[in-house]
């Protein structure tokens, strides 16, 4: 069992940044492939990034060259650095992890899942 705990989400105003902060419990973190996903009011859950356990990294086509995923094994953290943030980012951010490794694009195949926290983009 693994537990993520979210960090880092928080208001900021169109153009700003943030980074998202993902801690996780547990030995194994290093062979889990990672995810960052994020939910809107009102529409289904989407995925932003992934990472899988050797570093291969997927972003969706509305956050490339903007966003960028990565993982600090020593310190059981995966990370999501935001950039040019747009209004349209609004929502509730989750990290969610992998058992195989993979850094797999479908969110319904990860296994363990954090609360979530909260991203505001102001216009």
């Known amino acids: 069992q693994v537990q993520l705990v979210e960090s880092g989400g928080g208001l900021v105003q169109a153009g700003g940044s943030l980074r998202l902060s993902c801690a996780a419990s547990g030995r194994t973190f290093s062979r889990y492939g990672m995810g960052w996903f994020r939910q809107a009011p009102g529409k289904e859950r989407e995925t932003v990034a992934t990472?899988?356990?050797?570093?291969?990294?997927f972003y969706v086509d509305s956050v490339k060259g903007r966003f960028t995923i990565s993982r600090d094994n020593a310190k059981n953290t995966v990370y999501l650095q935001m950039n040019s943030l747009k209004p349209e980012d609004t929502a509730v951010y989750y990290c969610a992890a992998h058992k195989s490794g993979i850094g797999y694009t479908d969110y319904t195949a990860y296994d363990f899942w954090g609360h979530g926290t909260q991203v505001t983009v102001s216009s």
């Open positions: 990472i899988s356990n050797g570093g291969t990294t």
